[in-house]
């Protein structure tokens, strides 16, 4: 977050990558989502509040779920649970610090991750040059999460559904997204056709 004429903007911690799906399967795309809207919740009592919200509770942890209408919801533990919101942005207000219930506290990944999202069929293939976990759809179906490394940076990927596509979704600490999202995309180039 930064200050322009006296007012909080949200700036992405990552130049130059937008947020647009490509029209081919075939062809590997990353988008930034670094400003799209998320949140999250920790504690003994998280699971009882995402409930209370109409929210999947049941996850196991390493695992996303589609909440419908109010975006995805990914289990990293028992205990911590993002909220993740692709096609709204983010709100630049600094949620309130309290509990918002008994055992239920804010968790705020909006400002300490990165968010960059993989299209294209080949992104499993692709991503084996850069992590050690098998991502292809037999071993890492749809609604797995993999806390590991990519390119020698912690990496948060989510195997999920957006707009009637598979994709990944990476999160990574924001001090490190410049430097991921350049290892992402010399892999892409190598992929793709000439001229993508």
């Given at each position: 977050m930064s200050q322009a004429d006296g007012e909080n903007i949200l700036c992405s911690p990552i130049s130059g990558i937008g947020r647009r799906l490509t029209d081919a399967s075939n062809v590997l795309g990353l988008m930034d989502f670094s400003l799209a809207a998320r949140s999250g919740v920790r504690g003994h009592g998280a699971r009882e509040w995402l409930a209370s919200r109409g929210l999947p509770s049941d996850i196991a942890p390493n695992h996303i779920s589609d909440a419908s209408?109010?975006?995805?919801?990914?289990?990293?533990s028992q205990r911590e649970f993002w909220?993740?919101?692709p096609d709204a942005d983010a709100n630049v207000q600094q949620p309130a610090s309290n509990a918002l219930a008994p055992g239920a506290w804010p968790l705020y990944c909006q400002h300490s991750h990165?968010?960059?999202?993989?299209i294209g069929e080949p992104k499993a293939a692709m991503m084996a040059k850069l992590c050690g976990v098998?991502?292809?759809e037999?071993?890492?179906p749809i609604g797995q999460v993999a806390q590991t490394q990519m390119a020698h940076v912690s990496v948060v990927i989510a195997h999920h559904d957006y707009q009637d596509e598979a994709v990944f979704s990476l999160?990574?600490?924001q001090s490190?997204?410049?430097?991921?999202?350049g290892a992402l995309t010399d892999a892409i180039s190598e992929f793709n056709p000439p001229g993508v």
């Open positions: 209408d109010q975006g995805l919801v990914m289990a990293l909220l993740l919101q990165a968010w960059l999202m993989l098998d991502l292809r037999c071993a890492f999160f990574v600490d490190l997204a410049e430097y991921a999202a």
